[in-house]
C-alpha cells in the first residue's frame, strides 16, 4: 500500500532581518505517513513540526524537499485530499457555521456533495454529528471556544478528506470535549482515512497513534517507522504493546481497594495512571484486560476505552521532548 | 484547474463582500457620509459664494474623504485580518490558489465599495432634489464615477501593501500613498524655476506616475468646464491600468511569500 504523505529532504530557512537571525526550522526532514493509518508527529516547542505541517498545506515554500500526497506531487488540485484542522480557531467571526461549512464544500466539491441541496443536507448532517446543529446561524464570534473547536473539525472532515491533518485536535477542549474528539478521530481512523496527529500529549498518541515521528530542532530522531537508506541520526521506536483500560470518574482509593481485592482471582495489572477524571490501568495481555473490564463494570465502574496501546512509556519518549536530550 | 479558480475566486469574492457588509464600518460610513452632506447643505446657506458650487465642493470633499478613508481602511483589513487572525491558513490549505484568492479578495472590497458609493450617492441626489437642483446631471455622475474609480485604485493599493505587510504597517504606507497621490501634482506645478533641476525631474515622475486628482473632476462638472470624453477616457483607463499594476504585483509578492499569521 502506497503512503498517504511523503516528506523527503525538507528544509526550510526562516530568513532573518536586521534584528532576526536566520533560522533553520527543517533540516533535512524526510518521513513517511502511511495510508489509513495514525501517522503522530511529535516533538518539542519549536522542533519543527509546524513548519512541517505548513509545507504539507502549502502555506510555506520549502527551500528544499518535496512533498508527496497519495505518490503524486501535493499541488492545488491535490489539496482536495486533504482535511486540516489548526491548532487555534482560525475562522472568521463574522460567518455563521453554516455560512462555513457551505462555503468550504464548495470550494472542495467532494463526490456526491455537489449541488447546493446536498451541501445543504450534508451540513446539516456534519453540524448535527458536532452537536452544533442549533448553532447553524449563529455568529462564529458567538461561539464558545469548545463549539468553535468542534466547527473546526467538522470543517476538517466534513468534505471526506482522504488525509486528515490535525494540529493538536483536543487543545482548549473540556474532559468530555476531549473524550468526544478522540471517538471522532477513531471513527475517521476507522473509516480508513490517513492521519497525521500533530501534538504534545503523550496520552493521545498511545491511545491513537499507529505509528510516530519524533521531530527534534528540525530534524527527525525518532521513528516507528523505518527509515530510508542513507537518513542516519533516527533512532527506531520498538513497539512495546500494551493493553489499556480507561475507567472514568472513579476514586482512586476504591478503584485502588478493588484492584487489590480482585487481584486473587484474576493476573495483576501492570500499570496505574491517572489522566483528569481518567484512571487508565495497563495489561500485559489482551484477555487479561478483558478479564477486568468484566470485573470492574460488575463492581459499578464505568469503563470508558480499551484500546491496544503500542508505544514506549512516557519515561522513554519525554527525552526526546527537551532540546538537550538524545539525538 | 481554470474552473477551480474562477470557483474560488466566486467563492472569495463573496466571502469578502459579505464580511464587510457586516463589518461595523459600513453605518459610520454611511452616517458620516449623510452628516458631510448636512454640513454642506449649512456651509452653502452661511456663504457669501454661490449656493451650489459651495455645496458641490464641501459634498464632494466630503465623499471623497469618506470613501477613500473606507477604501484605505477597508482594503488593509480584508487581507491583514484574515493574515493575522489565521483565517487565510485555513482558507489556503484548501483547493485554491494564492492569486485568485488576493483577486477576489479585492473583487469583494470592490463591489463593497460600489455599494457604499450607490448608498451616498443616493442620499446626495435626495439632498440635492431637496435643494431643488432636481436630478444630477450626466456629466455630474460621471465625475463621481470618476471618484469611485480613484476610491479603488486606493483600495487596490491597500490591498497590495496589507498582501505583504502588516495591518499598521500597511495603513500608514497606504495613508501616505493617498496623500502623495493628492498632493503630487499640486506640488509638481507649483515648483519654482529656480527648483533645483533634479528634484524637479523627480517631483514631476511621481506626479505623472501617481496622480490621485485625476479622479477629482466634481468641481469642473459644476462650473460648466467638464473635460471632454477623451480626457475622460484617459484619466479612466489611468486608473484601470494602476489597479491591473497594483493587484498584479501583490498577485506576485503574495504568491511568493510564505502564508500564516505573521
Redesign the interface.
Known amino acids: 500500500m502506497s503512503d498517504a504523505l511523503v516528506l523527503q529532504s525538507l528544509r526550510k530557512v526562516?530568513k532573518g532581518d536586521l534584528l532576526k537571525k536566520p533560522q533553520v526550522a527543517l533540516d533535512g526532514l524526510s518521513c513517511r505517513f502511511p495510508t489509513g493509518k495514525v501517522t503522530g508527529l511529535l516533538g518539542h516547542n519549536g522542533a519543527g513540526k509546524t513548519t512541517a505541517i505548513?509545507l504539507v498545506?502549502?502555506?510555506?515554500?520549502p527551500d528544499q524537499g518535496l512533498v508527496e500526497a497519495f505518490g503524486a506531487p501535493l499541488g492545488?488540485?491535490a489539496?482536495?485530499l486533504?482535511g486540516?484542522m489548526?491548532e487555534?480557531n482560525?475562522?472568521?467571526a463574522?460567518?455563521t457555521p453554516a455560512?462555513i461549512l457551505t462555503?468550504?464544500l464548495?470550494?472542495?466539491?467532494p463526490k456526491g456533495i455537489e449541488s447546493s441541496a446536498q451541501r445543504q443536507a450534508a451540513v446539516e448532517r456534519s453540524l448535527a454529528a458536532v452537536g452544533l446543529a442549533g448553532h447553524a446561524k449563529k455568529r462564529i464570534g458567538h461561539l464558545s471556544k469548545g463549539m468553535a473547536r468542534r466547527l473546526a473539525w467538522a470543517?476538517a472532515v466534513v468534505h471526506r478528506p482522504e488525509l486528515l491533518i490535525l494540529d493538536e485536535p483536543a487543545s482548549g477542549l473540556d474532559p468530555a470535549g476531549r473524550r468526544e474528539m478522540l471517538r471522532w478521530i477513531d471513527e475517521e481512523k476507522a473509516r480508513g482515512t490517513s492521519i497525521v496527529l500533530c501534538t504534545h500529549e503523550l496520552s493521545q498518541v498511545k491511545q491513537l497513534c499507529d505509528e510516530l515521528h519524533i521531530l527534534k530542532q528540525g530534524r527527525l530522531v525518532l521513528s516507528s517507522l523505518p527509515v530510508e537508506g542513507g537518513t542516519t541520526g533516527v533512532a527506531h521506536l520498538a513497539r512495546a504493546t500494551r493493553h489499556v483500560v480507561h475507567v472514568s470518574g472513579a476514586e482512586e482509593a476504591a478503584l485502588t481497594k478493588v484492584l487489590i481485592d480482585a487481584a486473587g482471582e484474576l493476573s495483576p495489572w501492570s500499570g496505574l495512571a491517572k489522566d483528569g477524571f481518567l484512571s487508565i490501568l495497563s495489561f500485559a495481555s489482551h484477555a487479561q484486560a478483558m478479564a477486568w473490564i468484566t470485573a470492574l463494570t460488575r463492581r459499578g465502574f464505568l469503563v470508558v476505552r480499551f484500546a491496544d496501546e503500542t508505544f514506549a512509556s512516557d519515561e522513554e519518549l519525554l527525552p526526546y521532548f527537551t532540546v538537550g536530550g538524545p539525538v | 484547474?481554470i474552473a477551480?479558480h474562477l470557483?474560488?475566486l466566486r467563492?472569495v469574492t463573496?466571502?469578502t463582500l459579505?464580511?464587510l457588509k457586516?463589518?461595523r464600518v459600513f453605518l459610520p460610513a454611511l452616517f458620516f457620509g449623510i452628516a458631510v452632506v448636512l454640513i454642506a447643505n449649512l456651509a452653502s446657506d452661511w456663504s457669501v459664494e454661490e449656493f451650489g458650487k459651495i455645496l458641490f465642493d464641501v459634498g464632494a470633499f466630503g465623499f471623497q474623504l469618506v470613501g477613500s478613508a473606507v477604501a484605505i481602511f477597508w482594503g488593509v483589513k480584508s487581507v491583514a485580518d484574515?493574515r493575522q487572525?489565521?483565517?487565510l491558513?485555513?482558507q489556503?490549505?484548501?483547493?485554491?490558489?494564492r492569486a485568485p484568492w488576493l483577486v477576489g479578495k479585492f473583487l469583494g472590497l470592490s463591489l463593497a465599495l460600489s455599494a457604499l458609493f450607490a448608498l451616498l450617492l443616493a442620499v446626495w441626489q435626495v439632498f440635492m432634489y431637496l435643494n431643488e437642483f432636481g436630478l444630477m446631471t450626466p456629466d455630474q455622475l460621471t465625475a463621481f464615477g470618476l471618484m469611485l474609480l480613484g476610491w479603488l485604485v486606493l483600495a487596490a493599493t491597500a490591498t497590495m501593501f496589507a498582501s505583504f505587510c502588516g495591518q499598521a504597517i500597511a495603513m500608514f504606507a497606504t495613508l501616505s500613498a493617498w496623500i502623495v497621490g493628492l498632493a503630487s501634482a499640486l506640488v509638481a506645478a507649483t515648483l519654482s524655476k529656480e527648483s533645483p533641476d533634479g528634484l524637479k525631474l523627480a517631483v514631476r515622475g511621481v506626479a505623472r506616475l501617481w496622480d490621485l486628482q485625476q479622479f477629482l473632476v466634481v468641481d469642473r462638472a459644476v462650473s460648466g468646464q467638464f473635460p471632454g470624453g477623451m480626457e475622460l477616457g484617459v484619466r479612466a483607463s489611468y486608473g484601470a491600468v494602476m489597479i491591473l499594476i497594483l493587484i498584479t504585483v501583490a498577485c506576485i509578492v503574495f504568491s511568493?511569500r510564505?502564508?500564516?499569521s505573521d
Open positions: 526562516y505548513r498545506l502549502g502555506l510555506v515554500r492545488i488540485e489539496r482536495r486533504l486540516y489548526p487555534v482560525k475562522l472568521p463574522a460567518l455560512e462555503r468550504h464548495a470550494l472542495f466539491r470543517q | 484547474m477551480t470557483r474560488a467563492l463573496g466571502e459579505l464580511l457586516r463589518d484574515s487572525q489565521g483565517a491558513e485555513v489556503l490549505a484548501a483547493p485554491i490558489g511568493r510564505d502564508a500564516g
